[in-house]
Each structure stands twice: as structure tokens, then as C-alpha cells.
């Protein structure tokens, strides 16, 4: 159920968007916990980018993390649970600038 309300929440995002004249991308930032327990989150992940990749622009940020880095956790202050790190927040803006541009 919360799923469907957060779709009709994107919908509504992409349609204001669209009014403004603005570009509409979902950007899929994955927790701590999807590099630590590989199937946390895997089900939300699999609707969402289901749902999402065929209808508007996808960057999946788990993804290019798994690419380039042996140990995601590097990117996490001291590797724990919490916000991205100096180094884990270069790494995805430069990721997000490349896919739109």
C-alpha cells in the first residue's frame, strides 16, 4: 500500500516537473544495510526500478557503487551505519553529473 501511494507521489513530482519545464530522473541511493545485508531492501529496490526505469530517466547509485568499489562500506564514515562520507558523496555526484549530462 505505501508503495502505491509513493508511486502516485512520482507521478505527481514528474507532472510538476514537466510544467516547469524541468527534467524528471529518480536517482535509486541505496542504504548502508543493502551493502551489509545484500537483501535488505531488494524487493523495494526490484518494484521501484520496475515501476520507475520504464517510465522516466533511472540512475541506480547501488549499482555503480558495486561496480567500483571492492568495499562499499568505504563509503560510510569509520564503515558504519550513517550518511555517505566525504569520498562516498564525491563519488555519486560525479556519477549523477556524468548520467545527465
Known amino acids: 500500500k505505501a508503495l502505491d501511494i509513493y ?5 505527481e513530482l514528474e507532472r510538476f516537473s514537466k510544467s516547469s519545464g ?12 543493502s551493502f551489509h ?4 531492501d ?4 526490484k518494484d521501484l526500478k520496475s515501476f520507475f526505469s ?3 530517466k533511472f540512475i541506480d547509485l547501488e549499482k555503480e557503487i558495486k561496480k567500483k568499489f571492492k568495499n562499499p562500506k568505504s563509503l ?5 551505519y ?3 562520507n566525504e569520498l ?14
Not at 508511486?7 to 507521478?11: A, F, G, P, Q, T
Not at 560510510?76 to 558504519?80: F, G, K, S
Open 54 to 56: 520504464k517510465k522516466y
Open 37 to 40: 545485508y545484500p537483501f535488505y
Open 76 to 80: 560510510y564514515p569509520y564503515e558504519l
Open 82 to 84: 550513517g550518511h555517505f
Open 22 to 33: 524541468s527534467n524528471f530522473i529518480i536517482v535509486y541511493i541505496p542504504s548502508y544495510y
Open 42 to 45: 531488494y524487493k523495494i529496490k
Open 7 to 11: 508511486k502516485d507521489v512520482i507521478i
Open 88 to 101: 562516498g558523496y564525491q563519488f555519486i555526484s560525479e556519477i549523477i553529473f556524468k548520467k545527465i549530462n
